[in-house]
């Protein structure tokens, strides 16, 4: 699975073409965070880096291909720079609408904001990882392999934000067994997941007993506060942030996204009960001026029946 040789996952075996990698004419691959040439670039990926290709769907043309293809980190490659078997290729629409939420209601990301903070400029955080935005690690002291003007602007940062919550609910399904959420307790769980990382996340108890089928609400509340211990000391700003993770997940809602999204997540209002933005699953998003008819028309569009 190395760009640049071949990429092996979900879709086949797959081949990067010989010519620009770049569809702005550069030479490392750019994964950007929607179907489009003018998505934001999350990820730029040079000869032997590793990912896996999940579906495919469409977006602007890249010469003359229409076709883009979402990779395990949740961002798109424009298939102009691929060379990809479409037998074993799904559909992103198709697997986005039988599984969990890839985002998270906007009380999640709020928490999140609120718990990370805004960074404009790369900053270490407590462990000494260099950050920026709202919380997102850079695998650079500079975070150059985020290739955005510095500083970030929160727009962008709110993008980078939503790549790293898609690819927490990713770790986060592939970690939770036959259970259902709500979209509260998702969206708590997925902030957790992003502050304590995907493999202690899959591994911990808590997600152990809600596999285990014990009540979610006693096992939250036993088992968030616990996490809140940084190299042998309890840190006020985790604390702080676990009890907003459980009040948020002891909230009732009657929306559920885990084992199966109900389509359309609620990400961003931008005026009370006016406007909303919908993330239908691959990455497109639409601006609604009701949430009732926009989430009739989201499910009309997948197939389901209203």
């Given at each position: ?27 490392l ?18 000869d ?109 940062a ?30 708590s ?10 493999n ?38 985790l ?25 359309c ?31 009739k ?8 029946k209203?």
């Amino acid at each position: 699975m190395r760009v640049g040789q071949v990429i092996i996952g979900l879709a086949g075996i797959v081949c990067v073409r010989g010519d620009s990698a770049s569809d702005d004419g550069g030479q490392l691959l750019k994964c950007r965070s929607s179907p489009s040439s003018s998505g934001l670039v999350v990820a730029a990926l040079a000869d032997g880096d590793v990912l896996d290709i999940e579906c495919q769907t469409h977006g602007t043309s890249v010469r003359g291909s229409p076709i883009w293809h979402r990779t395990d980190r949740g961002c798109y490659v424009s298939d102009h720079f691929m060379s990809v078997n479409s037998e074993f290729e799904p559909q992103c629409s198709s697997v986005d609408a039988t599984r969990a939420c890839t985002g998270i209601a906007a009380q999640g990301l709020q928490l999140i904001e609120q718990h990370t903070g805004f960074v404009a400029r790369p900053r270490a955080d407590v462990s000494g990882r260099p950050t920026i935005g709202f919380g997102h690690t850079c695998e650079s002291q500079n975070c150059t392999e985020v290739p955005v003007s510095l500083p970030v602007s929160q727009i962008q940062a709110r993008e980078l934000l939503r790549m790293d919550v898609r690819n927490a609910t990713v770790c986060l399904a592939r970690s939770l067994g036959s259970i259902t959420l709500n979209a509260n307790q998702w969206a708590s769980l997925v902030s957790w997941t992003l502050d304590v990382g995907c493999n202690m996340a899959a591994s911990s108890q808590l997600v152990a007993r809600l596999n285990h089928g014990e009540p979610a609400n006693a096992v939250a509340a036993h088992e968030l506060p616990r996490w809140t211990i940084f190299r042998g000391k309890q840190r006020d700003d985790l604390v702080s942030r676990r009890s907003a993770e459980l009040t948020l997940f002891q909230t009732q809602s009657l929306d559920t996204s885990y084992p199966h999204c109900p389509c359309c997540v609620c990400l961003e209002t931008k005026k009370a009960r006016d406007v909303c933005y919908f993330d239908l699953g691959d990455g497109a998003e639409i601006k609604c001026r009701y949430l009732v008819e926009a989430h009739k028309k989201c499910m009309a569009d997948f197939g389901f029946k209203i």
